[in-house]
């Protein structure tokens, strides 16, 4: 390959994983041209990026962009898995990958600036997805003050009955 083509190619690299947060390394030796396919489709379709990369040139792109940790995994045939804004959901279909297909190998990663291990991301593929997290962080803030509101409803009805009580006493009482 000549030199101004790896240098392009580097510089491409290093411009598409600078700009996400987020990547796992998987090794594909021995995997069917079908399953590989069929695997990127169904990855494209939840927004990530399934790209197999040359590893003296990832190695570096990662060194480039500060993220000389990685370069370690980058040894026999190796993808990229990228993209998407939830790592949870990246984790997740990435395990679900490798348990169809066993020669799909889960390496480690980058998630959210930090260095994860295969251990690290099954972890991290048994917690629920943002959107679900958010709805139970929002849901365990409001339960405390629906509880208030409650409570001062209680309030307020229990005074609204005694109120009522005595308007009807103060009634039969001038008849």
Not at 90 to 103: H, Y
Not at 130 to 149: E, Y
Not at 156 to 164: E, G, N
Request: hydrophobic fraction near 45%; include cysteine; charge should be positive.
């Amino acid at each position: 390959m000549a030199n101004e083509l790896k240098e392009l190619i580097v510089k491409e690299m290093v411009s598409r994983y600078r700009n996400r947060n987020n990547y796992l390394v998987v090794g594909y030796q021995k995997i069917k041209a079908l399953e590989f396919d069929q695997l990127r489709k169904d990855l494209g379709k939840k927004k990530l990026c399934l790209e197999i990369v040359k590893n003296s040139l990832a190695s570096i792109s990662f060194k480039e962009i500060g993220v000389s940790e990685i370069v370690g995994l980058l040894n026999g045939p190796t993808a990229i898995v990228t993209g998407g804004g939830d790592p949870v959901v990246m984790a997740k279909e990435t395990i679900e990958w490798s348990k169809r297909i066993p020669f799909l190998n889960l390496r480690g990663g980058f998630i959210d600036g930090a260095i994860v291990s295969t251990d690290d991301i099954n972890r991290l593929a048994k917690l629920p997805s943002m959107p679900v997290l958010r709805a139970q962080i929002i849901t365990s803030i409001n339960a405390p003050i629906a509880g208030v509101v409650g409570a001062f409803n209680a309030v307020l009805h229990s005074l609204a009955t005694v109120f009522h009580a005595v308007k009807n006493q103060k009634e039969k009482s001038e008849k």
